[in-house]
């Protein structure tokens, strides 16, 4: 355990960058991504010299990448990062059992990471057994291994298990909330002090922070950090006007990626990237199941990142 708990819970009140894993040629790009992690080490622009917080998780294509290939971008990702920083790693619960091989896998990297996001489950399932089975997860991972969780909630069903698995659980320290701004609310107050609640649903996040969130997670800090960053340090020091303005510049892209349920969550990034001319990112050609974007949309991203090149 790299960071004992109070300080990585003060660390994660802040942006989480998720950076898109570039493919090339249909294969992960390596190189690309080194990049792309340099970029965000190099672009800190968090007051407080506060630590980047990096994910590898939805955005990045986790879903869609090997167990093997998962262990080895994490490996990467924490070189790159050369001892700095907060690693975190999204983990697919789908089975169960691999997703302990996995945490297994990843504790013993040179650079572990830090604290893994628990990614939504799919499949049939019900709050008590997503509770039951959690708590054990929890406690055989956080014994072995010094894991700590983030539950990323998603379905609503799943509230009240969720709420008391962070009370019950000294390994799960928080939930990632990827619903809507109506549950921040219920959510804090049933966590109350017994973990951290974060916004998981991008950088259009001055509402949920003004009720009560702590940091948000980014999708497009690996295009542009300081907008990220600037977005949370107003929102630290309690300037929520500021926080707006920002998003505003943001909205625009914000908007492409979340329409229709999140279809262009990952294409857009990739397409902002390509199309906006820095040479210190890589968005690569396209993902499993997440080719580039059609030639309409590609305008809309083209005219949405005006706005954001001064934050890059």
Request: aromatic residues 8%.
């Amino acid at each position: 355990m790299s960071i004992d708990t109070p300080t990585l819970l003060d660390a994660l009140d802040s942006v989480t960058a998720i950076p898109i894993i570039p493919f090339k040629d249909g294969e992960i790009d390596y190189t690309g991504h080194a990049k792309n992690i340099n970029y965000l080490m190099q672009n800190n622009y968090l007051e407080g010299d506060r630590k980047r917080v990096i994910a590898i998780a939805g955005t990045s294509l986790v879903h869609h990448v090997s167990l093997e290939d998962q262990t080895r971008i994490m490996d990467a990702t924490g070189r790159e990062m050369a001892g700095d920083g907060v690693l975190m790693s999204g983990i697919v619960p789908n089975p169960i059992g691999d997703a302990g091989k996995l945490i297994e896998a990843q504790s013993n990297l040179q650079r572990p990471p830090d604290v893994y996001l628990i990614m939504p489950l799919t499949g049939i399932s019900n709050p008590e057994g997503i509770y039951e089975q959690y708590m054990k997860f929890g406690e055989q991972y956080g014994e072995s291994c010094g894991a700590r969780f983030l539950y990323y909630f998603r379905q609503k069903k799943e509230l009240d298990a969720m709420v008391r698995l962070v009370n019950d659980s000294p390994h799960f320290i928080g939930v990632k909330i990827g619903t809507g701004v109506e549950d921040v609310e219920s959510i804090i107050d049933g966590v109350g002090d017994s973990g951290l609640v974060v916004w998981g649903i991008g950088d259009r996040c001055t509402r949920p922070a003004e009720l009560g969130t702590k940091g948000h997670t980014s999708g497009i800090a690996v295009l542009c950090a300081r907008a990220s960053d600037e977005i949370n340090n107003a929102q630290r020091r309690g300037d929520y006007e500021t926080s707006h303005q920002i998003e505003a510049d943001v909205f625009g892209l914000e908007e492409i990626r979340f329409m229709n349920e999140r279809l262009y969550n990952y294409s857009a990034v990739i397409e902002a990237m390509n199309l906006s001319g820095f040479s210190d990112i890589v968005g690569g050609t396209g993902g499993p199941f997440n080719p580039c974007v059609p030639s309409e949309i590609s305008a809309q991203v083209q005219e949405a990142i005006q706005p954001l090149k001064k934050y890059h």
